[in-house]
DNA sequence: ACAAAAGTGTTGTACTTACACCCATGA
DNA sequence: TCATGGGTGTAAGTACAACACTTTTGT
């Protein structure tokens, strides 16, 4: 930084954005608005905005997050993802946009029908495979925070933040599929989630069964987050053919 | 971004700071400069600098790493690690900087005594242990780096980056040990990487003993970067007392 | 012969997958 | 009774740390 120049310096925006994940009906999505303005004016595109001149970064994160989308509840879980600045990737001006991603607990998903008209909950998969288009370079920021979060659900019980309340090992089960992409046998789970001392506490309560079966006992999560010795892998084990 | 305001926008600087690993007689070593100008003048710092207004970050940390240190040779890997924007990491002015963190091969280390006289190879210990003062927010940057690199080891092929000739599988370990800060059973990690289809490839040819012992089977690492399946854990297996 | 580093063998334990099987509820 | 999901038992295979042991060099 010898040539430091604080009078001459490039003229930069620097933006946040932010992929809020949460899960509904068993299906992973995120949430997001409609543009009202060019460009992309009617496409989808994160939440996000202008980062203000004495503003920590991670607050301007959460900032626009309500402000955009009437969010108002916390995430239960924010870190950030990493900088998109390539030169050409805002058409009017160079823009540096620090990504973040968080996930919102399943009890508030009230999101879609807020007061913010133009906020929605949508599908990882539509966006992933390119059914729904967004604006910028936003659907590859969606790819590298799914790749975010499937790695952080092998390696910390982060996957317990989708909840506040009580939920079965099931639920948490489908979390790993869902963003995974895989199935997983529900009786090894069972036993790998268990044996972390700590993390899942008994409520003593028993889920109502909905389709048939034994009710399932009910967990709360501890709170925080904490490494997984060992891991849940997302690999198949040893396979080396 | 509904808010958007092409003219209006805060004036924010934007600059990038790179971490660049190194071993040096099995010491695990950054490249820093010597700062020339106020504030923390004389003080040492990563190298570093603007970003340009049409420049991709990637880019601007590469021009940055050769301009400031004359290290000529392009660094084996280079990844961003994250973007540090605190309102107050800079007396003057706002910057935003985006960090990176590099490898550079050991053969190419004649970089400390380079053309440009205030580049140093210094001992990442005497960063992290606060023996060296660093710039700005500088040596919290090298902590974040050193962890993202000893997680990489663990799950990538990274660690033979570090070569770009011809190395011993105990050269290979002392990497891990040093970057973990732990002592491996040689005999264990040789055959874990043994053991990695295709990444270590023999040249045939045998490392001159230089204090007694068998001479060791000198290898070639295999270009790229894979992860590693199995990973070689950091932590000494399940423990769970 | 001895020291030292390279590399292999072996053993007991932990973890995993696959799958059989039992449990507890509603219909 | 049956269907269904919850949960446990079990066996074969993989990976692990620990450590004994053999190999190959220089002195």
Request: glycine fraction near 8%.
């Amino acid at each position: 930084m010898d040539d430091y120049d604080p009078h001459g310096f490039p003229p930069f925006a620097v933006t946040v954005d932010m992929v809020v994940f949460t899960i509904r009906r068993s299906r992973l999505q995120i949430v997001l608005i409609r543009r009202g303005a060019a460009p992309f004016e009617g496409a989808w595109a994160l939440p996000g905005g202008f980062v203000r001149v004495d503003e920590d970064l991670e607050d301007a994160a959460r900032r626009e997050l309500a402000e955009e989308t009437g969010i108002t509840t916390a995430p239960s879980f924010l870190t950030q993802l990493r900088t998109y600045g390539s030169p050409d990737r805002d058409p009017r001006m160079r823009v540096v946009s620090v990504a973040w991603w968080a996930i919102m607990p399943i009890s508030t998903h009230p999101v879609a029908g807020s007061d913010a008209a133009s906020t929605e909950l949508i599908d990882v998969d539509d966006v992933t495979a390119g059914r729904i288009e967004l604006a910028f370079d936003h659907r590859l920021i969606v790819s590298d925070a799914l790749e975010a979060l499937g790695d952080r659900l092998e390696t910390t019980t982060l996957a317990t933040s989708f909840w506040t309340e009580e939920f079965r090992i099931s639920d948490l089960r489908r979390i790993y599929e869902t963003v995974w992409g895989v199935e997983l046998e529900p009786g090894n789970f069972q036993r790998k989630v268990r044996r972390v001392p700590g993390w899942l506490q008994p409520t003593g309560r028993r889920a109502p069964t909905t389709e048939g079966g034994r009710p399932a006992e009910l967990f709360r999560a501890e709170p925080g987050l904490r490494p997984l010795t060992p891991p849940l892998r997302r690999r198949p084990g040893p396979d080396p053919r």
